[in-house]
């Protein structure tokens, strides 16, 4: 069975500042999809990033980029110029390929604040 | 982009009472959705699965009878709380997948509160 793991319960960081939240998950799957959510206040689940793990090249979407390590089954995800609003929960998330089921296995999750 | 509403967004039900909370794609078909429960500060919860027009997956430890889903068309899901007691009080979310390698479209959740 698949697992995720977020070992960061809570992480704050200074405006403007980077910050990497960590994540490693576990599977025996060649062939799967890992997403970073991001959890406001308002509780919407809003999807930040995904990578598919047949690629190597790392996902980047603007300010948020992913440093995937696909033998160490590591997938952090880095903000950089952290602003306010990125104050949130971050989910860390597999899915695998097979059967096409959409089901999404959640790590513990990640409360970033993001001081002024 | 692709929109889920979820409704209602909130509620209030006295212990014993049941309550429906309603997922809908509004501009695709979702093969498959799914809900969750979620509590302050942790992680969403998976409770089941459900695929249109046949009967849903629990996940273990759900009770199937107290939260009952019905999946009647390809853009609508309902999750019924089904005598409803304090401890039933959470945030619960839906989540609609229109499969392939599209990703999940969530609702924006539904927080009940049963006194």
């Known amino acids: 069975a698949q697992t995720v793991t977020q070992s960061q319960p809570e992480m704050s960081v200074q405006e403007a500042e980077t910050v990497t939240l960590s994540c490693t998950y576990d599977?025996?799957?060649?062939?799967?999809?890992l997403f970073w959510y991001k959890q406001p206040p308002s509780r919407q689940m809003i999807l930040v990033i995904r990578?598919?793990?047949?690629?190597?090249q790392n996902a980047t979407e603007n300010r948020f980029s992913v440093n995937f390590q696909k033998a160490a089954k590591s997938f952090s995800l880095k903000i950089s110029d952290s602003q306010l609003g990125d104050t949130a929960m971050y989910f860390c998330?597999?899915?695998?390929?097979?059967?096409?089921?959409?089901?999404?296995?959640f790590g513990q999750g990640t409360t970033l604040q993001v001081k002024p | 982009g692709a929109v889920v509403s979820q409704h209602p967004s909130w509620v209030i039900c006295k212990s014993g009472t049941s309550v429906k909370i309603e997922c809908r794609s509004l501009?695709?078909?979702?093969?498959?959705m799914f809900w969750y429960r979620q509590f302050p500060k942790q992680s969403l919860m998976l409770m089941a699965t459900?695929?249109?027009?046949?009967?849903?997956?629990?996940e273990q430890g759900v009770e199937k009878d107290k939260f009952l889903i019905n999946h009647a068309s390809l853009t609508l899901s309902t999750l019924t709380v089904t005598s409803a007691h304090p401890e039933d009080s959470s945030f619960y979310i839906c989540?609609?997948?229109?499969?392939?390698?599209?990703?999940?479209?969530f609702g924006n959740g539904t927080r009940l509160t049963v006194t």
């Open positions: 989540s609609a997948y229109r499969g392939g390698n599209s990703p999940l479209h």
């Open positions: 599977t025996s799957e060649n062939n799967y999809y």
């Open positions: 990578q598919e793990a047949y690629k190597q």
């Open positions: 998330a597999f899915m695998s390929y097979s059967g096409n089921t959409g089901k999404l296995i």
């Open positions: 501009d695709f078909q979702a093969t498959t």
């Open positions: 459900s695929n249109e027009g046949s009967k849903a997956t629990y």
